[in-house]
């Protein structure tokens, strides 16, 4: 028989926020903001449990909670209409392009029966009465009581800082003219809250709603529950033998179930008083039957020890309910549904119910505004705190709102998502300044994930001082076109310190630079140099921009500083009276004769090009070649000390970002120790950050500068596969100071990763406090741009010459790929 839904429909109407049922239900209604998965500890998890409960005791008789979680399948939409969308970042938005993930909404919906309000059944529900007329008109007083209690159960759960609960308001709750509210989106199971399309509701054949088939499984009876029920379960695909790894108890039936599906969670907490007494003429009835069947003897002792329990653990008897409505536009493809339900459910050791008489009842009662109108068939007596283990208590990845930061994906499907791992945590107080510390063994992806990490800074407005070994930045710095410093014997390094561009001026810092570096030059380690040699070099210096400023014509450089003392400042020193013991001009001539043109190293300091190193924003110090060599490398430290600390200094309100790779192992035996402790503890003051990366732990442990500068004052740790060292794991721990969370996250890493898709893991730790592993998953462009393979890297390389730029050269080169597959 058909009917229209308005005569049968439930809801009254809206007052101050509230739903009305037509039975005088009074339903406020919040959306709930969850912890994101796989980001709890057994430890969190016990506590996000206990203020559950906490919450569920404050409210009142008579009352229901409902806990709706909707997970719909959906499609990751790209932005292509950002203006300042590079190649790469648009090949990035391409390749995520309709990538499926599960989304999440949870709401939360309390709901007071008024007194006397008669007890719903599967024969006794508003779907098949004849007229539905309120049992008594609501007082004034009930429902300022009512909104009191659901304050309290808001502030303990809030307060608790695992949820975020945002009270929803009449224009959410009921649908405006474009937009769905969200009555009529569990009506018609709209994926969208846009765009309303009317359907019809069918009953006959199970559940139809429109072209959507439905069915629902329901946890009904308490026989069919899992003998144990907690907080968490351990989660296979992640734990090893060192490490269990947990997600909520109920995380299968939430976000471990990729279909769309409805979780309905209901509590109702009745007159405490009243069930006990009648549990105990039950437990009277079956005493006196207890002689004829075993069955009687097991359900008055069942009985028994729930009444002992409630009484003596002082317990909240309540009476409970869970079921999953799940759905798909084919009909071929419920049994699919059946089969996943069907694990999800085994995973929790529970078995499930497939309801097809009383579906439509229990379909009608999850209409927020319609708890109370649930079959109490269908429930089953329990208490509060094992109610509340069935709740589903996480949510998945969000993307932060900050400006800044990198692109990583979901782990369980790799949707993208924003992470701000420099600016946010600072604001929130998680981490006290930006420095990173990189681990990561050969192999595990580490440069990949610094390459797509200093990318994104990069198209950020960031400035980037790079020093490497082993060319893994060569692809992306010829990408943006910055400056790329290395040795070859064709191609030597080659620097200007003297060189001074319309940006930048000569101030004390870059004096005090060039002095340095005359000196190092000069002097060996073991030599000092005297205060009259210090102030010698200081007029040279003074005089020679002098006649720079005079001679437009004359190149800044080492040659011409050369040629100033040797023709004039030679002169000076001699009418001053200058003795040989006080500053020995010939001996300094001599020894610096080799950086002069025609010297040996002539090359080093008379550059001629890449000279504005104060502007340009993507610079990178190559030294593997240069690494071990005794007059190259001290100099080539002191440049990337002046050019960073410069940097640091003079661009005042833009992000800077040093990122020293291996090469910190070489710098720190050359001297540059010092320097690195006052990056970390300094630069944070300049809004830079300072990266390391490593990949060996023994480097850690024998470092003393890495173990107490970089360690102590990196409040933001990325590690990477660390699977080889598990069984010596706890050396890194305590090194890190990992917690127990942290250390099952760390060697939960590429555990259980697609293997339809090219991808590795990372674990991320701010401050300690919040701890995350995301996928490192980018497009095939990206993955050229990055690759540090040298087979790859010719072949970019080839392609690179054959079209004209590197950016030209890659895209020909992935069209290829895609064409040949």
Not at 259 to 279: A, M, V
Not at 570 to 588: G, T, Y
Not at 619 to 625: Q, R, T
Not at 627 to 641: A, E, G, R, W, Y
């Amino acid at each position: 028989m058909e009917k229209v839904l308005q005569d049968i429909f439930p809801i009254m109407g809206i007052e101050h926020d509230c739903l009305l049922s037509k039975q005088g239900d009074v339903t406020l209604v919040f959306q709930a903001e969850l912890p994101e998965i796989f980001t709890l500890s057994n430890q969190e998890y016990e506590a996000f449990h206990q203020i559950w409960i906490k919450a569920i005791k404050v409210l009142p008789r008579f009352s229901v909670f409902h806990k709706q979680d909707w997970f719909l399948e959906t499609q990751y939409k790209p932005d292509f209409t950002q203006a300042d969308n590079s190649f790469l970042s648009h090949s990035s938005e391409r390749f995520f392009n309709e990538r499926p993930f599960l989304e999440h909404q949870c709401y939360i919906m309390l709901t007071k029966k008024p007194s006397g309000r008669k007890t719903s059944s599967s024969l006794f529900s508003n779907l098949i009465r004849s007229s539905i007329v309120p049992q008594e008109v609501l007082k004034p007083q009930m429902l300022q009581d009512f909104l009191d209690n659901a304050g309290q159960f808001k502030r303990i759960l809030e307060d608790s800082g695992f949820v975020k609960l945002k009270r929803l308001t009449e224009q959410e709750l009921v649908s405006q003219q474009s937009k769905m509210g969200l009555v009529e989106r569990y009506c018609y199971l709209s994926t969208q809250t846009s765009s309303p399309l009317y359907k019809d509701i069918h009953f006959e054949e199970g559940i139809q709603v429109g072209d959507q088939h439905c069915q629902v499984y329901t946890l009904a009876e308490a026989e069919d529950l899992p003998a144990l029920c907690g907080s968490r379960i351990n989660y296979d695909r992640y734990s090893t033998d060192k490490t269990k790894f947990s997600v909520g108890f109920a995380s299968t039936l939430g976000q471990l179930l990729p279909c769309n599906h409805i979780y309905n969670q209901y509590i109702f907490i009745e007159d405490s008083q009243k069930t006990i007494q009648k549990l105990e003429s039950k437990r009277l009835r079956l005493q006196s039957l207890s002689a004829y069947s075993r069955e009687n003897m097991l359900a008055r002792d069942a009985t028994n020890a729930f009444l002992n329990e409630a009484i003596s653990e002082q317990r909240l008897p309540v009476k409970a309910h869970f079921n999953l409505l799940v759905w798909t536009d084919s009909k071929s493809k419920l049994k699919d549904l059946k089969n996943m339900v069907s694990s999800a459910l085994a995973q929790m050791d529970a078995v499930a119910k497939q309801e097809t008489v009383g579906a439509p009842q229990i379909f009608w009662a999850g209409m927020p505004g319609n708890e109370a109108d649930f079959p109490s068939n269908d429930t089953f007596d329990t208490f509060a705190e094992q109610a509340a283990c069935f709740l589903n208590l996480e949510t998945g990845y969000r993307s932060s709102l900050s400006p800044v930061g990198i692109r990583l994906g979901d782990r369980l499907t790799g949707k993208p998502v924003h992470v701000d791992i420099s600016d946010e945590p600072v604001k929130q107080g998680i981490c006290t300044n930006r420095n990173k510390f990189i681990l990561g063994p050969s192999g595990s992806g580490k440069s990949f994930f610094t390459n797509h990490m200093v990318r994104s800074y990069y198209e950020q407005g960031t400035h980037i001082v790079l020093v490497d070994v082993g060319h893994s930045y060569k692809g992306l710095c010829d990408m943006v076109k910055g400056y790329y410093f290395t040795y070859d014997e064709k191609n030597p390094i080659r620097f200007n310190p003297f060189f001074i561009g319309e940006e930048d001026k000569l101030d004390t810092e870059k004096k005090e630079s060039i002095k340095t570096l005359l000196l190092a030059l000069w002097k060996k380690d073991n030599e000092t140099f005297n205060r009259s040699e210090y102030v010698a070099l200081s007029n040279a210096l003074q005089l020679y921009y002098e006649k720079l400023e005079n001679t437009p014509t004359l190149f800044a450089c080492f040659n011409s500083f050369y040629e100033f003392l040797r023709d004039e400042f030679v002169i000076i020193l001699s009418n001053d009276k200058v003795k040989e013991k006080d500053f020995d001009v010939d001996n300094f001539l001599y020894v610096l004769r080799p950086y002069y043109q025609g010297g040996e190293f002539d090359y080093l300091l008379n550059a001629t090009e890449n000279l504005h190193m104060l502007t340009e924003r993507f610079i990178v110090f190559e030294l593997d070649n240069i690494k071990d060599h005794p007059i190259l490398f001290p100099v080539v430290t002191i440049i990337i000390m002046e050019v960073f600390i410069s940097k640091m200094r003079k661009l005042k309100g833009i992000r800077k970002m040093i990122l020293i790779e291996e090469a910190w192992k070489a710098i720190a035996r050359e001297g540059m120790a010092e320097y690195i402790k006052y990056l970390f503890k300094t630069v944070r003051k300049f809004y830079g950050e300072a990266i390391v990366v490593t990949q060996e732990v023994e480097d850690i442990i024998s470092s003393p500068v890495v173990k107490q500068a970089i360690i102590n004052n990196s409040d933001c740790k990325i590690l990477l596969d660390q699977s080889k060292y598990q069984n010596k794991f706890d050396q890194i721990q305590e090194l890190l100071g990992l917690t127990e969370k942290e250390k099952a996250l760390v060697l939960s890493v590429n555990k259980a990763n697609d293997p339809t898709r090219k991808y590795k893991e990372v674990f991320i730790s701010l401050g300690g406090m919040v701890s995350k592993v995301y996928r490192t998953e980018v497009s095939p462009e990206e993955y050229f741009a990055y690759t540090t393979e040298e087979t790859e890297k010719m072949k970019v390389l080839q392609y690179a010459r054959k079209y004209g730029s590197i950016q030209k050269g890659i895209a020909a080169l992935v069209n290829d790929i895609k064409t040949k597959a």
